[in-house]
């Protein structure tokens, strides 16, 4: 298996325009986790689903964040409009259910300038 | 709500040292406890899980230990190597919810 995949790897984008993360869990991997990381605040948990559906989306900073989960093998996570402090590295998880197998993606690093 | 403190935030200590990475946690009905690796620009590595009816568990030179009546985790490890020169991270999990990460201990071995 390849592991969780995001991507792209790197974004650096102007104020104001829209950014759209992806990500592939594993196979067989119900469960998906966003979260943001900065040196500030550590690793915060965005949003998360279970089979699809979002569980709980009370991290998800404001309205200009929005994630969606069409299908088992893929989820994205967009910012309209992005502001430089959404700058941040942005990572998916997966695992299967109880928190066991927990993957994490290599991360994308968002800039916003 | 769930929290999550490290300490302490960074560590340089000589190879060949055993040390302790300390993590406590506010709210003792935890369903399970991790401990990630995280490398300079890189994911997160799972390293070990303790489930709330263990008290340790063990991989290699790590050990990890869980008390949940103090809210308590330990990281153990053992004869450092400069290898192991990382950001560890301690997480919760709760029923029902996702991981609750603490912000680390970055360690540094040198040789």
């Known amino acids: 298996d390849a592991g969780v995949i995001q991507s792209p790897r790197h974004e650096v984008t102007e104020m104001g325009q829209e950014v759209t993360l992806r990500c592939k869990p594993i196979?067989?991997?119900?469960?998906l986790f966003w979260y943001r990381q900065t040196m500030m605040r550590g690793l915060e948990l965005l949003i998360y689903?279970?089979?699809?559906?979002?569980?709980?989306d009370s991290g998800m900073p404001e309205d200009r964040f929005s994630a969606k989960m069409p299908n088992a093998s893929f989820s994205t996570l967009k910012i309209q409009p992005s502001e430089p402090r959404d700058s941040a590295v942005y990572f998916c998880?997966?695992?299967?259910?109880?928190?066991?197998?927990?993957?994490f993606g290599s991360g994308t690093r968002l800039t916003v300038v | 709500k769930q929290e999550v403190t490290q300490i302490p935030a960074a560590l340089s200590v000589p190879e060949g040292e055993n040390l302790v990475l300390n993590c406590s946690f506010t709210?003792?009905?935890?369903?399970?406890l991790q401990w990630f690796r995280q490398d300079p620009g890189k994911g997160l590595t799972s390293l070990l899980l303790?489930?709330?009816?263990?008290r340790e568990q063990t991989s290699g030179r790590l050990n990890a230990s869980l008390d949940k009546s103090s809210g308590r985790s330990t990281l153990y490890i053992a004869a450092s190597q400069p290898g192991d020169s990382a950001t560890y991270l301690c997480?919760?999990?709760?029923?029902?919810?996702?991981?609750?990460f603490g912000k680390g201990t970055t360690l540094s071995v040198s040789s």
């Open positions: 998880a997966s695992s299967v259910p109880g928190g066991y197998g927990y993957t």
């Open positions: 196979s067989g991997h119900n469960s």
């Open positions: 689903f279970n089979n699809n559906v979002p569980i709980d």
């Open positions: 709210d003792s009905a935890i369903y399970n």
């Open positions: 303790i489930q709330s009816s263990q």
């Open positions: 997480a919760v999990g709760e029923a029902g919810t996702a991981l609750i």
